[in-house]
Structure formats: C-alpha cells, structure tokens
C-alpha cells in the first residue's frame, strides 16, 4: 500500500485560497489516478477533483472554477489549488491514490476550515 501525505490546509478566510499538497511514499505512476476526496462533520465523504491516468480532470460541480487538481511526478507530489473559498469548502481533505489493479490508498487527511 502506498503511504500519503497530506499538507497544506488551515483556517482562511472566506475568498481566500489554500493549496494543499500530497506526498506519495513511491513514485506516482501516469497510468495512476490521483484524487482529492473531502468530508464536512455529519456529511459522506465526497469526490472533489480527480484527475485520471488519462490525463483528463473531473471536478464536483461545487468547486468547478475554483479549484484545481495537478501533479507532480517528479516530486511524487499532487496539488490542489483551492481559489475563492467559502464557508461550506470546509471539511477534512482526503488525498487517494487509485492504481492499475484497482488498489485505493488514502491519507490523513487535512483540516481545511473557511471561516471569517
């Protein structure tokens, strides 16, 4: 199982912006999906950005705009740039790793809260 590393978050205002990052314990492989999952207090755990091992992107529609997903293989390392935050952006952020075999890794998480 890989090991994931999540960094990055904190408390912001709302309108302000956070990049979190991930930290992969192997090299991150193209043909790996790379997400960002996040989970509010009483809610479900839900799919914020994802971005295949095609290289195509999918975002909630609730961050669409805001927010963006990116890696880095060399630093085994995915990004997500998070713009224009509001108060229901809050939640612990999630990084997972899926790989060819179907094989999910997750982190941590990270504690993101956007409050004035």
């Known amino acids: 199982q890989v090991q994931l590393v999540e960094s990055g978050g904190g408390l912001v205002q709302p309108g302000g912006s956070l990049r979190l990052s991930c930290v992969a314990s192997?090299?991150?492989?193209?043909?790996?999906?790379m997400g960002w999952y996040r989970q509010a207090p009483g809610k479900q755990r839900e799919l914020v950005a994802r971005l295949t091992s095609g290289g195509s992107t999918n975002y909630a529609d609730s961050v669409k705009g805001r927010f963006t997903i990116s890696r880095d293989n060399a630093k085994n390392t995915v990004y997500l740039q998070m713009n224009s935050l509001k108060p229901e952006d809050t939640a612990v952020y999630y990084c997972?790793?899926?790989?060819?075999?179907?094989?999910?890794?997750w982190g941590q998480g990270t504690q993101v809260t956007v409050s004035s």
């Open positions: 997972n790793l899926e790989d060819v075999f179907g094989r999910r890794s």
């Open positions: 192997r090299t991150i492989f193209s043909r790996d999906d």
